[in-house]
């Protein structure tokens, strides 16, 4: 994607229909600066003025010169719709897209474990409740299921055993290094996101 590269970014009223609340959210749960996600916020709108990416145009960032490099962008495809298009409308709009592309970027099983608890802190407290969590192993799931490697247990049910394991205080909440002594505790959902990182780095070579 051709990116355009602004200087300056206005505060308050941010230019080109980006409101400044989902900048700041942007900035909080990937590892982008806000001056970094309003240049790729500028180039996206070039690049896509419809307003969303198409799975089809979304592999071709991933695209090589053969046809197991090529498996890369179909895999890496999947995963992100998967994974962030939950309302299953076949495209992404500007934050899924960036969320997305931050996803791909997590390649060890801890990155992607902490990628999906940044996704549900909705409010960047650290903490995540409940019904969170239940949302975060959903996120793991639906990464698995892109990759032919979804458990066939019930996310929900993992997500409360994890988080009653875990929450020995009973204060209703989960830190991200709690949740994440949790997961790594689970041994066969680490086998999982092993097989699932092993997927995606054959695929990159």
């Known amino acids: 994607m051709g990116l355009c590269c602004c200087t300056g970014m206005r505060v308050g009223s941010v230019g080109g229909g980006m409101k400044k609340e989902d900048l700041l959210w942007l900035s909080a749960h990937t590892n982008y600066s806000e001056k970094e996600i309003y240049q790729l916020y500028k180039g996206f709108q070039q690049d896509f003025p419809g307003g969303g990416i198409f799975r089809r145009q979304f592999e071709r960032f991933f695209m090589g010169t053969n046809d197991l490099q090529n498996q890369r962008g179909k895999k890496m495809s999947n995963l992100v719709f998967k994974t962030l298009d939950t309302d299953n409308n076949g495209y992404l709009d500007f934050r899924e897209f960036l969320l997305g592309v931050d996803l791909v970027g997590a390649r060890t099983p801890e990155e992607k474990l902490i990628w999906a608890f ?79 990182f092993n997927v995606l780095t054959t695929t990159m070579e």
Request: proline letters at 4%.
């Open 118 to 196: 940044k996704m549900y802190d909705i409010d960047n407290s650290g903490i995540i409740d409940r019904s969170e969590m239940e949302n975060v192993m959903k996120s793991i799931y639906s990464m698995l299921a892109a990759v032919s490697e979804a458990p066939p247990d019930d996310p929900k049910k993992r997500a409360n055993a994890i988080f009653s394991e875990i929450d020995i205080n009973d204060d209703g909440g989960l830190s991200q290094e709690e949740f994440l002594k949790g997961c790594l505790k689970d041994d066969e959902l680490m086998k999982l996101l092993e097989q699932l």
